[in-house]
């Protein structure tokens, strides 16, 4: 099967910037789609940026401008690069892939998960 491990979650001031990494290892043929969610106690969770191995991306409107997603298929990695972070960025964020032929930001559309890293921002 196919593991998914983040890394790169911290503590960051609003005027920072932070890097999240996400492995991927096992059987990782065809991850068409990779994503980032994040989620907060008591709320659901919510698509923040998706990819495809075309490059094509897709962000939530509340990070658009200020996130960006990117993968290295050759090393099964992809990373979210958070700049000019909110507090309201704060949540666990977790990496996501699936082998559809499509991308979406929908929960229910990705088979695997990673465990997710926090990420807790301050102003």
């Known amino acids: 099967q196919v593991q998914l491990v983040e890394s790169g979650g911290g503590s960051v001031r609003t005027g920072g910037s932070l890097k999240l990494t996400c492995q991927a290892s096992?059987?990782?043929?065809?991850?068409?789609?990779m994503s980032w969610f994040r989620q907060t106690p008591g709320k659901e969770r919510e698509g923040v940026a998706t990819?495809?191995?075309?490059?094509?991306?897709a962000y939530a409107d509340s990070v658009k401008g200020r996130f960006t997603i990117a993968q290295d298929t050759t090393k099964n990695t992809l990373t979210l690069l958070l700049n000019s972070p909110k507090t309201e960025d704060t949540a666990m964020y977790y990496c996501?892939?699936?082998?559809?032929?499509?991308?979406?930001?929908?929960?229910?559309?990705?088979?695997?998960w990673g465990q997710g890293t926090q990420v807790t921002v301050s102003s």
């Open positions: 990819i495809d191995t075309d490059g094509y991306t």
């Open positions: 096992g059987d990782t043929w065809n991850l068409y789609c």
């Open positions: 996501a892939a699936d082998r559809n032929s499509y991308c979406s930001l929908r929960p229910s559309d990705f088979r695997y």
